[in-house]
């Protein structure tokens, strides 16, 4: 991997809270339009790490690195100016406004006007553009006017997803995006983030459970424990990987196996 095909990388990062050390010098690189997953065990120090990408936690020591520059040590909200949106688990939008004005202001947030309140409603036309295109993109523009609280849990992630692509970022971070899914409707939010990685021309970044979605759709995946890259490669090589299957018992390690087994995922 070259540095010119590299968005994101770290290197050495380590965070302790108190005499608890939750990353323990952890080297990354994710490739420019590529989709990594960070998988790992409870306790694996996965979330503390992806907390460290997204600014939420600052190091105690290493680096962060995003397009060559160091990130170290900005802010969340500078980081979402320099091209990184992020996701969380719990579903974050605001319900009583419609699906189009959760985006629309997502979109306007990082633009010129996002302190003008007192404005003409045709100006705000660039920032519409961009939110239909978005929604139809996440499959959500028939639903445009509906007010966000009557989506069901699925189409809600998909807002989500909506509002994370409005300001056009180039990286998207995302925690757990499946979590609180029921399985049905699983295929369809993952379609999705497919679709936007390959047609918008993003790089992703994704911490996940569900391991029939990480082996399906990631393109190389790290796996995490006791705050240590544990192993990392194409999801067959993860899958095949003794010593992930020891780390991982239990039904995780017969899911490793099925997809050894099939060769799912590469």
């Given at each position: 991997?070259?540095q010119?095909?590299?968005?994101?990388?770290t290197?050495?990062?380590?965070?302790?809270?108190?005499?608890?050390v939750?990353?323990?010098?952890?080297?990354l690189?994710v490739?420019?339009?590529?989709l990594?997953?960070i998988i790992?065990?409870?306790?694996a120090g996965?979330t503390?790490?992806?907390?460290?990408?997204t600014?939420?936690?600052?190091?105690t020591?290493?680096?962060v690195?995003f397009?060559?520059q160091?990130i170290?040590?900005t802010?969340?909200?500078?980081r979402?100016?320099l091209g990184?949106g992020?996701s969380?688990?719990?579903t974050?939008?605001?319900?009583?406004?419609t699906?189009?004005e959760?985006v629309?202001l997502?979109?306007?947030?990082?633009?010129?006007d996002?302190?003008?309140?007192f404005?003409?409603?045709d100006?705000?036309?660039?920032?519409?553009?961009?939110?239909?295109?978005?929604?139809e993109?996440?499959?959500?523009?028939d639903q445009a006017?509906?007010?966000?609280?009557v989506?069901?849990?699925?189409?809600?992630?998909k807002l989500e997803?909506?509002?994370?692509?409005?300001?056009?970022p180039?990286?998207?971070?995302l925690d757990?995006?499946?979590?609180?899914m029921?399985s049905e409707?699983?295929?369809?939010l993952?379609a999705t983030i497919?679709?936007?990685?390959?047609?918008?021309?993003?790089t992703?970044?994704m911490?996940?459970h569900?391991?029939?979605v990480v082996?399906?759709?990631?393109?190389?995946?790290?796996?995490?424990?006791?705050?240590?890259?544990l192993?990392?490669?194409?999801?067959?090589?993860?899958a095949?990987?003794?010593t992930?299957?020891?780390v991982?018992?239990g039904?995780l390690?017969g899911?490793?196996?099925?997809?050894?087994?099939t060769?799912?995922?590469?």
């Amino acid at each position: 991997m070259s540095q010119k095909t590299i968005l994101l990388e770290t290197q050495d990062l380590r965070k302790s809270f108190g005499g608890l050390v939750a990353v323990d010098g952890v080297t990354l690189q994710v490739e420019r339009g590529s989709l990594h997953s960070i998988i790992g065990p409870n306790g694996a120090g996965k979330t503390t790490f992806f907390n460290l990408l997204t600014g939420n936690h600052l190091p105690t020591s290493g680096t962060v690195r995003f397009r060559g520059q160091d990130i170290t040590n900005t802010p969340l909200h500078r980081r979402a100016h320099l091209g990184m949106g992020r996701s969380f688990q719990i579903t974050n939008i605001f319900p009583n406004l419609t699906v189009l004005e959760n985006v629309r202001l997502a979109a306007q947030a990082l633009g010129k006007d996002n302190f003008t309140l007192f404005r003409r409603a045709d100006s705000f036309k660039p920032y519409i553009d961009r939110t239909l295109a978005v929604l139809e993109l996440v499959g959500l523009r028939d639903q445009a006017l509906s007010p966000a609280n009557v989506l069901p849990h699925g189409g809600k992630r998909k807002l989500e997803l909506a509002i994370l692509l409005a300001p056009d970022p180039e990286l998207l971070l995302l925690d757990e995006p499946t979590a609180g899914m029921a399985s049905e409707q699983v295929p369809e939010l993952i379609a999705t983030i497919d679709t936007i990685r390959r047609e918008g021309g993003k790089t992703i970044i994704m911490v996940e459970h569900n391991m029939g979605v990480v082996m399906g759709v990631s393109d190389r995946i790290t796996v995490m424990s006791q705050g240590r890259v544990l192993a990392e490669g194409i999801p067959s090589e993860i899958a095949a990987n003794k010593t992930v299957q020891n780390v991982y018992l239990g039904d995780l390690y017969g899911d490793l196996n099925e997809a050894a087994r099939t060769g799912h995922g590469g």
